[in-house]
């Protein structure tokens, strides 16, 4: 995305030549930036920045944000002064959008001292003057979801590719990553213990051993009260789909006993009509 007016756009090209641009500037939303003073947003790239990406986004981001640091493969090609935490395997040097809430963990891992995190993808633009009367205690999701009542958690193994077939979305055979956990038994014992509290708090929120369903994931806020059962499942499930890890992680928060915000429809959509900030 790039900025609409041609004064912005020779704005942000000056600043990018400059190096200028970083989220030290003066604070213009007031109660806004105090909202969110204790929250680290953090933007995951899929691959290295190119050129300006970085100070657009630090440009948009960063009078409602004190706290911001990207993750991702590689840093960005300007001298900016946001940080840049490394993450990325692979022989382009990326874990891709599909497992980026393992980069989203490793960032949790090195930075716990803050109420809440913001995660947002590169792509994932949202608008911060919206979500500023947002509860920061609770992590937040777009919307619940069904379960999928027509997939068991137990399903045999030997099924398993028929079960898929049927699904017909691109990314339904991920859901053997789940299966083969939901099935599988740790060899410690305090892992198993945990494991079955976790499944049957599990198996009576969702009234069966269904599998979860998936959605939308490239935004979403986690209140530092979340952070422990993130990083477990991240630990627990990292090959496992952010489409379908997303949503299981708010399956089992909820199943515990833990509340989350919904979002309104349309909370975290693109500003279309030129409005902005």
């Given amino acids: 995305a790039l900025p609409r007016t041609s004064a912005a756009r020779a704005s942000l090209t000056s600043a990018c030549q400059e190096g200028e641009v970083s989220p030290d500037g003066p604070d213009v939303t007031g109660n806004i930036s105090e909202h969110f003073g204790q929250v680290l947003l953090v933007v995951h790239f899929s691959y290295k920045p190119r050129e300006c990406v970085v100070p657009f986004l630090a440009e948009w981001y960063a009078s409602y944000f004190r706290h911001i640091v990207t993750v991702g493969p590689g840093a960005p090609p300007e001298k900016v002064r946001i940080p840049h935490v490394h993450c990325g395997t692979g022989s382009q040097g990326s874990l891709g959008g599909a497992y980026m809430f393992r980069c989203f963990a490793k960032v949790m891992q090195q930075k716990p001292d803050f109420r809440g995190y913001m995660l947002t993808n590169d792509d994932a633009v949202f608008i911060p003057k919206r979500m500023a009367h947002f ?79 998936h959605g939308y994931a490239d935004f979403r806020y986690v209140s530092a009260s979340m952070v422990p059962m993130y990083l477990e499942l991240e630990s627990a499930l990292p090959n496992l789909f952010l489409e379908i890890w997303q949503v299981f992680l708010e399956a089992l928060w909820v199943a515990s006993g833990q509340r989350l915000l919904e979002l309104p429809r349309g909370a975290v959509t693109w500003d279309r009509y030129g409005n902005g900030r």
Wanted: aromatic share 16%; charged share 25%.
């Fill in 135 to 213: 509860d920061l205690g609770l992590p937040w999701t777009d919307r619940f979801h069904d379960p999928l009542r027509d997939l068991s958690l137990d399903l045999p193994r030997a099924e398993w590719s028929t079960a898929f077939a049927r699904m017909h979305w691109y990314f339904a055979a991920e859901y053997h990553v789940l299966l083969s956990w939901w099935q599988s038994h740790p060899p410690e014992e305090r892992h198993r213990r945990r494991k079955h509290d976790l499944q049957q708090k599990y198996i009576r929120y969702v009234a069966g051993n269904f599998a979860c369903g």
